[in-house]
């Protein structure tokens, strides 16, 4: 008894979380009364302004890929990293991440199903080769979108893919196939080819021939590791995307710059927020690995590269931080989790919370498969417990993706307290104490 009452002499943010974590369930036994804490005094209000403020500037220009808006984001976050006292990754010299993308413009397009030439409007492909030609005699595999399938789940699902697909789409689909035909996504120079054809016949004979400018653009994530004291070779990840939209023509306002400052300056603010915080507290029994991801309005290709450098059995979890700066559907002091029931994760999160006023929830949007649509969809698909962390209310967003998502539309308070709360949930995490099942296949 007096052991525990020395401890609480001692000012909270002294005491190493892990050991805050092992008191707390003896002290609610002694009195009911006593609440979970969030981590106040090493997460500041004033500390979490400074970042976003400066993510969310104007100066910044929308942080799109291939700018100097984006570049300057990303000194930013190196410094902070550095402040922080990251390490870089083995083998790395700084916390940049650099991998090569190849943008295509399709010059020609040629294709016959079974003697019969089929429309280019009714294929598009994803696909880093120049000039590529493939038959029934190709080794792709084939994949059948029927009547009644979920199109997007498998147009996500095959996003990101080191292997070739032919991928046969019901006509019933055809407005919706128009839509995807139009999306412009680049491909790693490492990526395999994908084919959407829109056709309800399984062609035996065919022959596809396209044609395509490429070009090579370089992307740079930021990446920083708090290195473990006895499980080092066990990661958990924070992470969330730094780029966002850039700049684009002007409102009724004249305002042309997309800030973002919730998508995802919120997110990246909460990362280079948990850095500093468990870098202070020092005690991580396994490795923190802090990623900053590029390219993810453009197809989640930062996280997906960062995802294949790792060995999936070596991470333990993954918190993605995906617009945390709203209130969510609940109010205050409350967010939630993708892919709530595909494991363990948001109990064990929910468990260390227990007794203070901030709470998780399931995500409420399954429609909109945000599980596998956010930067935690690579490692999730290899059977990492990856969630995303997120206050967006997708249903009505009135700023998303629009000039006016800006700092002044925050709620910092707010996100003060969702950062404190994914520290506090992570705790026993991170110590070594609780271990996430996997995503089961
Ligand atoms: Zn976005």
Redesign the pocket.
């Known amino acids: 008894m007096c052991k525990f009452a020395k401890e609480e002499s001692v000012p909270e943010h002294l005491i190493p979380a892990s050991r805050r974590f092992l008191f707390l369930p003896l002290l609610i036994l002694f009195s009911s009364s006593v609440a979970a804490q969030l981590p106040g005094n090493l997460i500041r209000q004033y500390e979490v302004t400074r970042i976003e403020k400066i993510l969310s500037a104007d100066d910044m220009q929308g942080r799109q890929v291939y700018t100097p808006g984006i570049e300057k984001a990303a000194a930013f976050i190196s410094r902070e990293f550095k402040s922080a006292g990251l390490e870089p990754l083995p083998g790395s010299q700084d916390y940049r991440q650099h991998f090569t993308m190849i943008n295509t413009k399709l010059t020609e397009v040629r294709v016959t199903l079974d003697g019969q030439s089929l429309d280019p409007e009714r294929i598009f492909a994803f696909s880093a080769a120049p000039d590529l030609l493939v038959t029934q005699h190709s080794h792709y595999h084939k994949v059948f979108v029927k009547k009644g399938d979920d199109f997007g789940e498998v147009f996500y699902k095959y996003m990101d893919e080191s292997q070739d697909f032919l991928i046969l789409v019901d006509t019933s689909f055809s407005k919706r196939f128009m839509r995807y035909a139009h999306i412009h996504m680049p491909s790693f120079k490492e990526s395999g080819n994908r084919i959407f054809i829109l056709t309800s016949s399984n062609p035996a004979q065919f022959s596809i021939h396209i044609k395509q400018d490429t070009i090579k653009k370089s992307l740079t994530n930021l990446v920083g590791v708090l290195p473990g004291i006895s499980l080092k070779n066990e990661y958990v990840i924070f992470s969330a995307h730094y780029d ?2 850039g700049i684009g023509k002007p409102d009724a306002q004249g305002d042309s710059i997309y800030n ?1 400052a919730n ?2 300056a919120s997110g990246t603010t909460a990362v280079i927020t948990l850095a500093k915080y468990f870098s202070k507290l020092k005690n991580n029994e396994r490795t923190l690995i802090f990623a900053a991801f590029t390219a ?2 453009i197809g989640e290709f930062g996280s997906a590269y960062f995802s294949k450098q790792l060995d999936p059995d070596k991470v333990m979890a993954m918190l993605n931080i995906e617009m945390i700066g709203m209130e969510s559907k609940w109010g205050k002091n409350s967010a939630y989790i993708t892919g709530y029931h595909k494991t363990d994760m948001a109990a064990i999160l929910e468990k260390n919370l227990k007794g203070s006023k901030f709470k998780f929830y399931p995500d409420p949007y399954p429609d909109q498969q945000l599980f596998f649509r956010s930067d935690n969809a690579t490692l999730a698909k290899l059977g990492v417990p990856a969630h995303t962390i997120s206050t967006s209310k997708m249903d009505s967003e009135q700023f ?2 629009t000039q006016k998502d800006e700092l002044e539309t925050l709620d910092m308070k707010n996100m003060t307290e969702i950062i404190r709360a994914i520290a506090l949930s992570a705790g026993s995490i991170i110590a070594g104490q609780d271990t996430v099942q996997r995503v089961k296949p």
Do not use: N, Q
Request: proline share 0%; charged share 45%.
């Open positions: 966002h939209l973002g998508d995802d993810e309005e998303y993706h």
